[in-house]
C-alpha cells in the first residue's frame, strides 16, 4: 500500500530535550516536506527537499533541522524543542512532472508537545 | 505577504445544496499549481482537486471543482450536493513551480470549516 509513515503519533516532552520525528514514504517519490499545522494559522512549510542530500527551508524552518540522506526518509529534527513547537505535525512526499499533478501524499500527523 | 488567503473561517450549507469555498492567492509566477485539501475531524490530508496555471479548462472531480480564475487569482471549490460526510476543514494551496524561484514550495490557507446541516 502507497503510504507516508510518521512516527511517533503523539509525544510529550520536556524543554530542550533532542527529538527526532521519522518519516518515511514508499512511493519512490522525490519531493519531500514538512509541516507544522496550528489552530487559526493552517499549515506551514518548515523544510523541504527536492531530492536526495538536497534541501531548503520553507516559512518557519527556526528550531528544525532536517537531512535526506535517502531517497525515502525525511527526518525531522528538534534540536532543542520549546513549548512554542508545540503543534501537529505532517510529513507530505509528492511525485511531479511528467504529467503528474503533483499533489502532497501526507502521513497521519505526529502531535507533539512540548513541556 | 499571505500567499494564500480563505476569508471564510466556518461555513454552513444544507444538505444536497452546492457550497462554494473562497480562495484567493498571490505569486508573481507564471507557472504555479492549485490544490485543495479535506482534513476531516479524524485529522488526515485528503487531496481533493488540482488546478495547473496553464490549464484552460476548470478542474473537476465528482462533486468537486475548481472554479479558476486567473486575472482575479482566485480558485474557489464548489462542492454539489453537499453530503453529511462533507463536514470538514478545507484548505487551499499553491505550489509555486518556478524553480529558479523557489523550488516548489507548497503554500497553504488557513482553512475553512464546513459544517453541512441535515
Known amino acids: 500500500e502507497a503510504q507516508v509513515t510518521q512516527n511517533p503519533r503523539y509525544l510529550i516532552t520536556v524543554t530542550g530535550k533532542k527529538l527526532t520525528v521519522t518519516c518515511s514514504q514508499n512511493?519512490?517519490?522525490?519531493?519531500m516536506s514538512w509541516y507544522r499545522q496550528d489552530p487559526g494559522l493552517g499549515l506551514r512549510q518548515i523544510y523541504y527537499?527536492?531530492?536526495?542530500?538536497?534541501?531548503d527551508k520553507g516559512d518557519v524552518p527556526e528550531g528544525y533541522k532536517v537531512s535526506r540522506k535517502e531517497k525515502r526518509n525525511f527526518p525531522l529534527i528538534l534540536e532543542s524543542p520549546s513549548p512554542n513547537q508545540t503543534s501537529l505535525y505532517f510529513c507530505?512526499?509528492?511525485?511531479f512532472g511528467g504529467g503528474n499533478t503533483g499533489e502532497l501524499f501526507f502521513g497521519e500527523g505526529s502531535r507533539l508537545t512540548v513541556l | 505577504a499571505q500567499k494564500i488567503t480563505q476569508t471564510q473561517p466556518g461555513m454552513f450549507v444544507q444538505e444536497k445544496e452546492a457550497v462554494t469555498l473562497d480562495c484567493t492567492y498571490d505569486?508573481?509566477?507564471?507557472?504555479?499549481?492549485l490544490f485543495w485539501y479535506k482534513q476531516p475531524s479524524s485529522g488526515e490530508m485528503i487531496f481533493l482537486i488540482y488546478?495547473?496555471?496553464?490549464?484552460?479548462q476548470n478542474a473537476t472531480e465528482g462533486r468537486y471543482s475548481l472554479n479558476f480564475q486567473k486575472a482575479r487569482k482566485s480558485a474557489n471549490l464548489v462542492i454539489s450536493a453537499s453530503q453529511l460526510g462533507d463536514s470538514a476543514m478545507y484548505f487551499c494551496?499553491?505550489?509555486?513551480?518556478?524553480?529558479?524561484?523557489?523550488?516548489?514550495?507548497?503554500?497553504f490557507g488557513t482553512g475553512t470549516s464546513l459544517t453541512v446541516i441535515p
Open positions: 527537499s527536492m531530492n536526495v542530500e538536497v534541501t
Open positions: 488546478q495547473g496555471s496553464y490549464d484552460e
Open positions: 512511493m519512490n517519490h522525490e519531493y
Open positions: 494551496a499553491m505550489r509555486d513551480d518556478d524553480i529558479s524561484n523557489t523550488g516548489n514550495q507548497f503554500y
Open positions: 505569486t508573481s509566477d507564471q507557472s504555479y499549481g
Open positions: 507530505a512526499s509528492s511525485l
